[in-house]
C-alpha cells in the first residue's frame, strides 16, 4: 500500500512538473512569435502579422492565466508589448479579436506593464523602453493626425500618450495638456475641460491653464465652474481687463448683480473705453433702474415709492453715460438706441428723447 501511495505521489509530481514546463514553454512561445509578429511589421507584412499575432495571443493568454506564470514579469511584459501590436492591427482588422473592445485592450496592455513594472525589477528596462518607443509611435500618429484637422482623433493618440506614461507610474501632462488643445479645436468643450482640468490639478501650465480651463467650461455651459477658475486667474492676471469682463457677464448671468457690477466696473476702470464692458454694464445698470421703476409705478401711492423712483433714477443716471460711449463706436445698434430712449422715459430727459428717437427711426 505504501509503495503505491509513493507510485502515486511521484506520478502526481511528474504530472506537475509536466504542466509547470507545459505553461513555461506557452511563455516561450509566446515570445518567439513576438519576435516573429516584430519581423513581420518590420516587412510590413500585415498579412503574416495577423496571423502571427492570433498565435501569440493565444500562447500569452494561456500563459497568463496560469498561476505559474500569471505574476512572472516576463509574461505580463510580453501581453502588453503583444496586445499593443493586436491592438494596431484590430485598427486594421475589425473583424480580429471582436470579443473585445479597444478600451479594454489598452487596460490590459496598461496593467500588465504597471503590474510587471511594479513587483520586480528585471523586466523594468525593457518595460521603459516599450512605453517610449509606444509613445514615440503615438506622437507620430497624433502630429499627423493634427495636421490633417482631425483633432478628434489626435485627441485620442495624445490620450493614449497619457495612459502609456502610467504604466512606468509617471504623469504626461505635457500630453494631456496637447490632448485639450485638440478637443479645443475640434470644439469639444467637455473633453477640453476635463483635460484642462487634469492639467490644473498637477499645477501644469498655472496660471495660463486658469484661463483656458475657464474658456471650456463657460463654452461648455458649466458657467459656475468657470467662475471659479476667472477668479483664480485675476489673482495671477490682475490687469487682464477680459477676465473682468468675462467674470462679470457670468455673475449677471446667475442674476448676481452686485457681483456682476463689481467686476464690470473693474475692467472699465483698466480700460475706459473697453466697449463691450461699457455695453454689458450700461445693460446691467439700466435693468435694475428699469425694473425698480416698473415695480414703483405699480403702486405709486405707496409710502416708497420717491425712495424707489430715487433709487431707480440713480441706475438710469449711471447707466446712461455708459450706453451714449457704446454707441459713439456703434452708432447703429438699434437695441442700445431703443435702451437709451427708455432711460430718457424714465428720467424725462426730453431733449435726449427726440435726438435718440430721431436716430432710431432713421435707422
Known sequence: MKQY???????????????SFAQKDMET???????NLIGAFQSQNMQGAKEIVIKATDYIDKAAANPETKDSPKTLYLKGEIYFYALMLKGMYP??????????????????????FTIADKYDTEIERAVW??????????TAMFKDKKFIEAMEMYDMQALLSTAINRIDTAAIFYAGLCAEYASDWNNAAK??????GYGYRVPEIYKQLASALVEAGKNQEAIVYLEKAIQFFPDD?????????LYMNASQKDKAEQYLRKAIEIDPAYTDAQLQLGNLLYSIGADIYRVANLSPNDPSYNKKINESDYYCQQALPLLEMYIKTNPNDKFVLQSIIQICVILGLTEKYYEYRKRYETQ
Not at 471582436?98 to 496592455?109: K, L, V, Y
Not at 483635460?195 to 490644473?200: F, S, T, V
Not at 481687463?241 to 457677464?249: A, H
Request: charged share 20%; with cysteine.
Open 95 to 116: 473583424d480580429l479579436f471582436p470579443g473585445m473592445s479597444d478600451d479594454e485592450w489598452m487596460n490590459s496592455i496598461i496593467a500588465s506593464w504597471k503590474k510587471a
Open 241 to 249: 481687463k477680459q477676465l473682468y469682463y468675462l467674470t462679470g457677464s
Open 5 to 19: 501511495q509513493y507510485r502515486f505521489v511521484f506520478g502526481l509530481c511528474l504530472i506537475s512538473c509536466h504542466f
Open 133 to 142: 518607443e509606444k509613445k514615440g509611435f503615438t506622437e507620430q500618429w497624433a
Open 29 to 35: 512561445k509566446a515570445a518567439i512569435e513576438y519576435n
Open 195 to 200: 483635460y484642462y482640468a487634469i492639467c490644473e
